[in-house]
């Protein structure tokens, strides 16, 4: 993978890459905000699936950064866009983004499923893990399902927002 992180993990699809990187953030009573202009799987996860273990999602408008600014809550752990919004197609201001999760200890998930990291580097934006589904672009034909989940190397996991990323499991 092209994306220049630190390390990735392998998933069984684009949705289990999204799942899994937003369920080991956010926990029962945690928060995320999302660009509203998302892949209807995607969708339906913040919207339904998250909140039967708890976690809410604020949905935003993504062509306005201060959208994001407003929507954080002090437990608030992840901002989560795609590079190309879907099915607008929008591109949102990631630096501005990124800055306003950063100012808030949080964050920036980039699913590049869309753009491939040929075409968008998300950690060159700001982005701190990036999300793809290989099922699309990447894997070429959608012959074989997978997705990726890649760490940008940069976020400081131990800010005190993310315990059980850092506490020791023995």
């Avoid at 509203?36 to 339906?44: C, Q």
């Avoid at 935003?60 to 002090?74: G, I, L, R, Y």
């Avoid at 964050?107 to 700001?126: M, R, S």
């Amino acid at each position: 993978m092209s994306e220049g992180g630190v390390g990735a993990i392998v998933t069984a699809s684009g949705s289990a890459a999204i799942t899994y990187a937003i369920q080991n953030l956010a926990q029962t009573g945690d928060h995320i905000v999302s660009a509203s202009s998302l892949y209807g799987g995607t969708y339906n996860l913040f919207a339904h699936t998250l909140p039967t273990l708890g976690i809410t999602t604020s949905f935003v408008d993504s062509d306005e950064p201060a959208n994001f600014s407003a929507a954080v809550q002090e437990n608030t752990k992840a901002i989560f866009l795609e590079s190309l919004g879907n099915p607008d197609i929008n591109i949102a201001d990631f630096e501005t983004i990124a800055d306003i999760a950063h100012q808030a200890d949080i964050p920036v998930i980039i699913d590049n499923t869309f753009a491939t990291p040929y075409l968008f580097k998300p950690f060159e934006h700001g982005a701190d893990i990036v999300v793809h589904s290989t099922t699309k672009y990447l894997g070429g034909h959608g012959v074989a399902l997978g997705g990726a989940i890649i760490d940008s190397g940069n976020f400081d996991w131990k800010n005190g927002k993310f315990p059980a990323i850092c506490r020791s499991r023995s």
